[in-house]
């Protein structure tokens, strides 16, 4: 039995069964998590000494949460208390929080043992670096992870890696403790091989939390397995064009499961990449005016004045690819710009929004690619790859990732347990990891 490629709750079972041990569990994920370019610390003493406690757990016969003796990662965004945290972006380097996000204590409350700290591009904004939590979890370093997805920082990842990905309605998931970027589109996303797996680690993190002014006031996210027949999904079609852009072998499987679809176009959404551009660099520019050397974050040494202090600070803290983005940002927010950009977007996005809500009335759910051609490194190549994602993004609207099929599914806010069942019908067992 290769203890690193069982999905999570192949994991657990051996687990509660005694069939595989905590430590066997935990000695194994370190060791491949100690190999990984994906993961950047590994927390062996804390994880075994966890295991250890866990392991009691289980021979006493007690009660055991949910995720109990499971190995998660965490993005390096999302705070573990006393642990370095940079969101992979000098300009954090040898920050360490304080206090622990919410979403790590309920996983610690659930039983899971915090294995790993993974790694990702600069405030996880576009999801195309080399290194990458799905990456971590497709290799079996981790069973399950958390990161932030913005517009496809997950996402992407997850469909490259042939893993799932389930991104929750925005304010399900607790942003306390969560390094900001794109606030109004930034949602604590998980990662596992198969779907359900998924599903468990959003009901562990989900629910309401009375220190996070966006978090909804409403219990966790359970999975059921709900029945998927009959269910109606629509197959968006090309931005600028009548033709869907979900492949055949997708249509087959919805139709293996009893599931039926149609096609359906969706006009505003063609306006869809520009109104998330300049909301999320307009916002990531006002986050991120606080890293300015003086408060908190790297603080540059050499300068002969406030403004010196500034650009040295900025230009050695953020990457090139970070400061084009936010210096846009700025320009959307400035004086003689803010009207004819950031709030024509706002206009726009409601738009947008109301016509996504408005398919959904016509289908259960919405398929479409997770991310178009990747080619280029500059932000508008990687943003053009997402565009798919920023629907989801910019209605704040649930969305799980088929793994090894290309689509997600978008549904209304809270059908995650619908999207789930969906994606447990129509994809392999054990997911698609490559």
């Known amino acids: 039995m290769d203890i690193n490629k069982l999905t999570a709750a192949e994991l657990s079972a051996g687990l509660r069964s005694r069939e595989i041990s905590v430590a066997d569990s935990t000695r194994a994920y370190i060791s491949a998590a100690k190999q990984s370019a994906h993961v950047g610390l590994v927390f062996e003493d804390e994880a075994m000494a966890a ?5 009691k757990m289980i021979d006493s016969g007690a009660e055991l949460p949910s995720l109990a003796g499971v190995p998660v990662g965490v993005c390096d965004n999302i705070f573990i208390k006393n642990k370095p945290a940079s969101a992979g972006s000098n300009m954090l380097g040898g920050f360490t929080p304080p206090f622990e996000s919410t ?3 309920r996983l610690r409350d659930a039983g899971a043992i915090i294995v790993a700290q993974l790694k990702g ?26 990161g932030s997805d913005t517009c496809g920082s997950m996402r992407a990842r997850a469909d490259a890696a042939g893993i799932a990905c389930l991104r929750p309605t925005y304010g399900a998931v607790s942003r306390f403790g969560l390094v900001a970027y794109v606030s109004s589109m930034d949602q604590i ?13 959003i009901e562990v993190i989900s629910g309401h939390d009375p220190v996070d002014s ?18 109606r999904i629509g197959f968006l079609s090309g931005f600028d064009s009548g033709d869907s852009v979900c492949p055949q072998a997708v249509a087959d ?25 300049i909301l ?53 927010l400035s004086s003689g710009m803010y009207d004819d950009y950031y709030d024509r977007a706002m206009k726009v996005r409601r738009l947008i929004v ?40 910019l209605a704040g609207l649930p969305s799980v990732v088929l793994p090894g099929m290309g689509v997600q599914l978008v549904g209304a806010e809270f059908t995650e347990d619908m999207l789930v069942s969906i994606a447990s019908r129509v994809t392999p067992s054990d997911g698609g990891a490559k």
């Open 280 to 332: 999320a660099y307009s916002e990531a520019s006002g986050n991120m005016a606080r890293f300015d050397g003086i408060k908190y974050g790297h603080a540059a040494q050499k300068f002969d004045n406030l403004n010196e202090l500034y650009y040295n600070t900025r230009t050695e803290g953020f990457t090139l690819k970070t400061r084009e983005r936010l210096g846009l940002g700025s320009l959307f």
């Open 354 to 393: 109301d016509a996504i809500m408005k398919s959904l009335g016509e289908f259960d759910a919405l398929c479409m690619p997770v991310a178009s051609v990747k080619s280029g490194n500059s932000p508008l190549q990687c943003d053009f790859a997402n565009r798919y994602n920023t629907i989801a993004s």
């Open 189 to 201: 996303s998980a990662l596992g091989r198969t779907a359900e797996d998924c599903a468990a680690c």
């Open 103 to 105: 979403a790590v204590s």
């Open 51 to 55: 295991a250890v406690d866990m392991q």
């Open 214 to 231: 966006t978090s909804v006031a409403r219990g966790p996210i359970k999975y059921s397995g709900k029945d998927v027949k009959g269910l």
């Open 253 to 277: 499987a919805f139709g293996a499961a009893g599931i039926t679809f149609g096609n359906i176009r969706i006009p505003e959404l063609k306006y869809a990449l520009a109104t998330y551009m």
């Open 121 to 146: 591009d600069e405030f996880y904004a576009d999801g195309h670096s080399g290194s990458c939590p799905a990456g971590a979890v497709a290799e079996g370093a981790v069973a399950l992870a958390i």
